[in-house]
């Protein structure tokens, strides 16, 4: 695979014409091969958070970023072969939440892949999911790329099956942010298991992208921005070229680099949140992270939202983030320094000065 610049350059310009019109909370991905009849694009949608108030009464907000983002999904131009949306489609993943998001996503023109999030999950472990979606877990190839989805929200036994009174109870207690009841989020062994076994046939030349819900990596414990078995997936794809990790949850732009692999976050199409840093708290608890940051404006409803362009050059992502009412990002793959880094503000004498807050 290499760079096809000026298919990107096309891809980016007829995007452009569709930009001025809005700027969306979905991502497209563009995988550019050297022969470009390969080429091809998909759609990343995420965190839709339909929150059910009652009768037919959804939160409004949180409806219109979802049906935005499947609105303009479906005119893009070239057309995306699939779209993936990455978990967290309910607030309280109620039947009336899950229907309610099934049906706007079903106006969607493509296959649309899922994956679970905690919001989906909780109140009764993925059963109606199940129903509507499929399998929690499952592989699928495309076009010369193995692409695996995880559930990485899972967590241990006794606090999903012992602790609460309802599983009421249990959605509310996982569902708050920086709630100290939450448990941190897993792959879990079976799972595991199951990639270790799935990924054995797969050459090791192949680009592998691992779409999971929680980032495959540690960044902050106290708001489950955190997989507990982190280390042992990426030692799963530690082995392959070329490896990329992209998930949803936290709501914001991040890029890190462990060993091998590149990891990416999408927007929200909800709202987003802010870093944890951006707390007033102990600065201990706040692993080093590898690849310094922008972040974004907490406050600013649409700030961190918005859609992104993902072009998997040489099988390394690089995010085109066209952002809401802000200076647009470029995130991608540097050879020289071996990791992701913002294209323009990734020097700390130009970074976006951080906002303060609380
Ligand atoms: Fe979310
Ligand atoms: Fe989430």
Avoid: C
Avoid at 20 to 46: G, H, R
């Amino acid at each position: 695979m290499t760079n096809s610049r000026s298919n990107r350059r096309d891809f980016i310009k007829g995007a452009g014409a569709l930009a001025a019109v809005s700027a969306l909370p979905l991502s497209t991905v563009e995988l550019a091969f050297a022969d470009s009849t390969k080429n091809f694009t998909f759609a990343y949608i995420s965190d839709a958070h339909i929150q059910h108030i009652k009768g037919s009464e959804f939160v409004r907000n949180w409806d219109r970023g979802l049906i935005r983002a499947v609105a303009e999904t479906n005119l893009l131009q070239p057309k995306p072969d699939f779209v993936m949306f990455g978990g967290d489609l309910a607030q309280l993943g109620t039947k009336a939440e899950l229907d309610h998001g099934k049906a706007m996503l079903d106006r969607l023109q493509y296959k649309t892949h899922m994956v679970m999030g905690e919001h989906d999950y909780y109140l009764d472990l993925g059963a109606y999911w199940s129903e509507l979606f499929g399998p929690h877990y499952y592989s699928f190839d495309h076009k010369g790329v193995h692409f695996v989805v995880l559930n990485s929200i899972i967590t241990y036994d006794e606090w999903t099956h012992e602790r609460w009174p309802t599983p009421e109870q249990r959605m509310l207690e996982m569902a708050g942010l920086d709630n100290p009841n939450g448990s941190p989020f897993m792959v879990g062994e079976k799972q595991r298991q199951w990639l270790a076994k799935d990924l054995e046939g797969v050459a090791k030349t192949t680009p592998v992208v691992l779409f999971s819900h929680s980032p495959i990596q540690k960044i902050y414990k106290g708001w489950n921005f955190w997989t507990e078995d982190a280390e042992e997936i990426q030692a799963l794809l530690q082995p392959f070229a070329d490896a990329t990790v992209v998930y949803g949850h936290v709501h914001q732009i991040q890029y890190n680099q462990i060993g091998n692999i590149s990891f990416h976050a999408v927007m929200a199409t909800a709202w987003p949140w802010p870093y944890p840093q951006s707390y007033v708290q102990a600065e201990s608890l706040l692993p080093k992270l590898t690849v310094p940051m922008n972040r974004a404006d907490p406050f600013f409803e649409r700030d961190a939202t918005g859609w992104q362009f993902i072009d998997l050059a040489s099988g390394r992502v690089a995010m085109e983030y066209n952002l809401y009412n802000n200076t647009n990002r470029r995130v991608a793959f540097n050879p020289t320094t071996g990791q992701p880094e913002d294209t323009a503000y990734q020097a700390v004498g130009s970074r976006i000065a951080p906002q303060t807050h609380y």
